[in-house]
């Protein structure tokens, strides 16, 4: 009930500097994937992306994010909007294909071939701009796509992937999940600088409480953006009133924010890592909560809310503690 209340009272705090009208922005993002190759192929892979969709107008609007080029010449009226080609085949045909004009466009090309045969298979990384790289998937599915290529589509589309998720309900999941990685840095780096804050001696006595409520502050503002990024990713306009649904998740992070600045006064220099991991963890928690309430229509129950929490604090606590180590040695 506690952490309930401090996380009204926070939310209403943060609430002040969050600006509705800059998710608004990110929706309408213009953004275009080129699809070329196999025709049937392309057909299977368009349906993919665009179902889920309520209506046909939306579906229609949707569609015209994704373009249908011949890959050694196409035609395009806006080649800034486009982030990443994806070519369509089957065994071999990627590699005898004329990629030319879009390489001219300097953007990656995501070479999907199709082997019913095969596990899926990808790069670790997406391609560079201009250059391309093989996906083996057997079959055009969601659940093939969504080890390498679905999350390597989405990095090429860095900086749209709301209007991203918007109009391409197969990428949705996708898309939140890179959101909260996101966040989940940004938590982490202002924990760890405001932990490393307060244990400089003379500085982390004038500004170390001061420090403390900022970090607060700030890293609850970036889960309240993160809980409006994920649900306009999902189709729905930031309304704050929605986001009262959510103070549950919200508690959660309050409460292990407050664990992490206990931790950090009785552990010196280790509370350091512990604090970070915390922010880290508890946003990550705060993201795949919400997008689970999507994926699936009710909140995470505690046991995995739990279990979600203690992996992604190990997690965090082993790259914090990496940080600590190389911020001794400098």
Known sequence: MVAGADARDLFKLVRKGIDPRAVRAHVHKPFRFLLCGDPALIAELRALLLAGHGDDLRVLDASACLETV??????????????????????????????????????PILALTVEPDETPSGPSSPPNPGAWAEYVVPAIAREHLRGRFFPHLVECAAGVEIAVGRNLPALRETVASKLTRDAANNSLKVALASAVLDHIPVIGVVFGAVASAGDMVAITGIQVMLMMHIEATYGNDPDMSRLWQMLPII?????????????????????????????????IVVGEGVTFFHEHGRHMSNIQAAQLYERTKNDALRFAREFIGRFRRQ
């Open 251 to 283: 508690g959660g992070g309050f409460g292990w924010r407050a664990l992490a600045r206990e931790l950090a006064g009785f552990v010196p220099i280790a509370g350091i890592a512990i604090k970070g991991a915390i922010a880290y963890a508890g946003t």
């Open 70 to 107: 011949r890959p050694s010449a196409p035609l395009l009226t806006n080649p800034s909007e486009v982030k990443a080609a994806i070519f369509l085949g089957r065994r071999g045909d990627a590699h005898g294909a004329d990629f030319t004009g879009l390489r001219t466009l300097r953007v």
